[in-house]
Each structure stands twice: as structure tokens, then as C-alpha cells.
């Protein structure tokens, strides 16, 4: 028996209730705020696991290998800190203070201004005062209190809307209509190749600039150092939306996964989840235990087991590059590899 039609009716009070607020702020019954810089958001349909991060991380480097004060304005997922939080250039950070993925950022040679708060509108007018002229809005396609001059949407380029139902029927967070106010529609695969564009997609949405990427898995670190996984036994460690992806990530470099250890999506680890994880990679006498970079922002320092080994992976643009740049205001060749 398939158990998802059972959650129809939630769903359509979920829909009912995402229609009502998108209506409120298209009729201007909720205040929307201006920025005081240019920015560009990178959002998804998806609850979760279709590739903003590493997008968001590709716009960073992107902006500023053209020269901009580019900062990270975010909401903070996985923090333990409160209201406002800045992180200035050069300065020390963790992800308890602000989040999992802005310190995975930062820590794989991203060193930006951090504006991490759950009213953005703040953090913009805090990256206007250490002096940035570009916020790239992380995870804010439904945050529509804040204006933003570019509205990208990350979908999986493997199945672009899931199974097409809302929460908690499907995995959307608001229906595929809302894909009118994209100015982007970006389908990031997952694999190392890409698909073509679905036609349904072009057409009901006709003038968005359309994107399609790939990842780019690899190296795997050990510190500073890039390890060859090809042939070692690896206990994959992974606290993210979609933790399979790991697996079939380390498969495609040639190691050998003898298990997986899930976590939810942002998930705290403590002393005792390690320890177990820990003692299962030493009871299956791995190599090493391969996690992502999300998680390892949360392990490196409390970790005394097998080497432990970060799953490195970017994003490559294939197609759409040029238009995409026109729109954000720099020359293509910085959003390159």
C-alpha cells in the first residue's frame, strides 16, 4: 500500500495556507522590504537536498573573482546562537553560531562577511555596513518580507518538482505555479552528467534564464591532504537531506561503501552518535569513515576514530552561463571552474 495519498487532505490545508500568504504578499497585505545592496537569492521548491548550497557557494566565488564585496546573508540553519550574528572577514566561526551551511562555506576557502539572522531585512542593512555592495540570500525563495533583485530556484535535475504534491504528501514547500517569480530556474544534477531541460518546464515558464549544472565530486580530503578512495573499504557518515547521494558519490570514485550512517538534515551530533559510528567503522575495519563537508564543520574537533575523510563536491555550469551572468552583472568567465 502506498501511504502517501493518505496525507492528501494535510496537504491541501498546507496548499491552502501557502496560496493565502502568496496572495497576501502579491497584494501588498505584507509588507515586503528593500534591500540596501544588490541582492541575489538562491532558494529551492524542495523541502531540502536539491543543490542550493553548492549553487550559492559557485555565486560567491563568482562575485568575487569579479571584484565585488560580495557578503552571505542567511537565516542560519543548525545554529544554537540568537538574533543577529556577524561574521567578519578573517574572523574565527563555528557552526553553532552560524549554521551548518554558511560554515561549511567559510571553511572550504570562502572568506566573506557572514550576515546570519532570522529577519534578513537586518542582516541586509549589516552587510551594507561592512561595506558590501552584493548579499547573495541564501534558502529564501518563500521569504518574500525581504526584495531581492534576483530570484534563483535550485531544482534537481533528476526530478525537478519530486512526485509534484505539497507537504506532506510530496516534498514541495509551495506549488510548482510559484515558479513565476523566478527570474532563474536552475536544475542541478546530481551525477557527473547532465540531462536536457524538461520541455513542460520551458514552456509554462517562458521567461525565466534557465541553468542546468552538474556536480563535481571530489577530491576527499583528510586535512589538508586530497586521499585516492579507489578501492578502500569506507564507512559513509551523513547528516543531510538526501544522505544516499553519498553513497552513490563514493561508489562513482571507486570506493568500496560497506555502510551508511543517516542522520536527519541538520542534525547536532553528540559524543555519543560519533562514538557509535566510531566504534562501527572500527568493528567493520574500514579505511576511513567519509562524510560530507556540511558535517564535518560539526566532527573534526571532537573526533578520535578511524582518519576521517570529507567528501568534497562543486558545482559545474553547462549551460545558460552567459544569460545568467548578464543578470546578476558580471562577465561569464567568473562563474567557470
Known sequence: MTWGP????????????????RTAYDRGWFESHAAPLFLVSVGGLEAGGSGKTPVTGLLLQA???????????TRGYGRQSSGLVVRQMGAAYDAATIGDEPAML??????????????????AHALCELGCDVGVLDDAFAHRAQQREVDIVVLRGDAPVGNGHLLPWGSLREPISSL???????????G???????????????????????AVVGPVNFG??????????????????????VVASLEGLG?????????????????????RVIDAARAEKVDGVVTTAK???????????????????????????????????????????
Open 106 to 123: 567559510v571553511r572550504s576557502g570562502l572568506d566573506v562577511p557572514v550576515a546570519v539572522c532570522s529577519n534578513r531585512n537586518v542582516g
Open 63 to 73: 562575485f568575487q573573482r569579479a571584484g565585488r564585496r560580495v557578503g552571505l546573508l
Open 180 to 190: 513565476r517569480r523566478a527570474n532563474v530556474i536552475w536544475l542541478h544534477f546530481r
Open 295 to 337: 558535517d564535518a564543520v560539526k566532527l573534526t574537533s571532537s573526533w578520535e576514530g578511524p582518519p576521517l575523510w570529507v567528501l568534497q563536491s562543486t558545482v559545474a555550469i553547462i549551460d545558460g552561463q552567459d544569460a545568467l551572468a548578464q543578470l546578476i552583472g558580471i562577465k561569464g568567465q567568473f562563474l567557470g571552474l
Open 224 to 245: 589538508e591532504e586530497e586521499v585516492n578512495v579507489a578501492g578502500k573499504r569506507v564507512l559513509a557518515m551523513a547528516g543531510i537531506a538526501r544522505p544516499a547521494d
Open 6 to 21: 493518505l496525507f492528501a487532505p494535510l496537504a491541501g490545508l498546507y496548499g491552502a495556507g501557502v496560496v493565502l500568504r
Open 192 to 214: 557527473t552528467r547532465a540531462g536536457p531541460i524538461p520541455d513542460w518546464l520551458t514552456q509554462r515558464f517562458p521567461a525565466a534564464v534557465f541553468v542546468v549544472s552538474h
Open 255 to 275: 570506493a568500496q561503501v560497506i555502510g551508511l550512517k543517516s542522520f536527519s538534515d541538520h542534525h547536532r551530533y553528540s559524543q555519543t552518535d560519533i562514538s
